[in-house]
């Protein structure tokens, strides 16, 4: 075998083992406007699942609604499903598509002036069973290896306490 090869053999090997079912949500407290500023990275070929799945155009203005459903925030019920899951309001911002991805971008809205406790999910479980959802809290001090302090979901864990200030 050559290095050409050895190094093609590698590299393909690590692409299998790498999750490619996933998203990078980041998150960060706006103390000034009393929300959450969120900009969520999918990929654009789950966007396009996502919007034939639910019978929409991929540009049209259905992925508010649809990202309502789907994660929470400060989730008023543990009930995955029908009309009595909530959470805090979002306000949608906007969409950017960039290379193979798609950002979506919205706001939570924190009323009482207090950032959310806990998050919830269950975005594209129903595609892949194996989907994470990583959530990056911007704005927080870095731990101790420099890395910003971040949550794992999976459709095992799809709620997890939600630190967005330091104490």
């Known amino acids: 075998m050559t290095s ?3 190094v093609s053999t590698t ?5 299998l083992m790498h999750p490619i ?3 990078v949500c980041e ?3 706006n103390a000034k406007t009393n929300r959450v500023e969120v900009a969520l990275r999918l990929d654009a070929l ?10 929409a155009e991929v540009n049209g203005q259905w992925q508010p609604k649809y990202l309502r ?3 929470v925030f400060d989730p008023t019920s543990d009930k995955m499903g029908g009309s009595k899951w909530k959470g805090r309001p979002l306000d949608w911002v906007g ?3 960039e290379g193979g991805h ?5 706001e939570v809205v924190c009323e009482d002036g207090r950032p959310p406790t806990v998050v919830q999910t269950r975005l594209l479980f129903d595609r892949h069973q194996d989907y994470q959802h990583r959530l990056v809290v911007l704005g927080r001090a870095k731990s101790d290896d420099g890395k910003r302090p971040s949550i794992l979901l999976t459709r095992q864990k799809p709620t997890s306490s939600l630190k967005l200030v330091d104490e």
Do not use: Y
Request: no cysteine.
């Open 11 to 15: 590299m393909f090997a690590a692409l």
């Open 21 to 23: 079912h996933e998203t």
């Open 27 to 29: 998150v960060e407290w």
């Open 102 to 106: 798609v950002w979506w971008f919205f």
């Open 95 to 97: 969409r950017k598509f």
């Open 4 to 6: 050409a090869m050895f």
């Open 69 to 71: 459903s789907q994660l």
């Open 46 to 55: 789950d966007e396009q699942w996502i919007a034939t799945t639910i019978g």
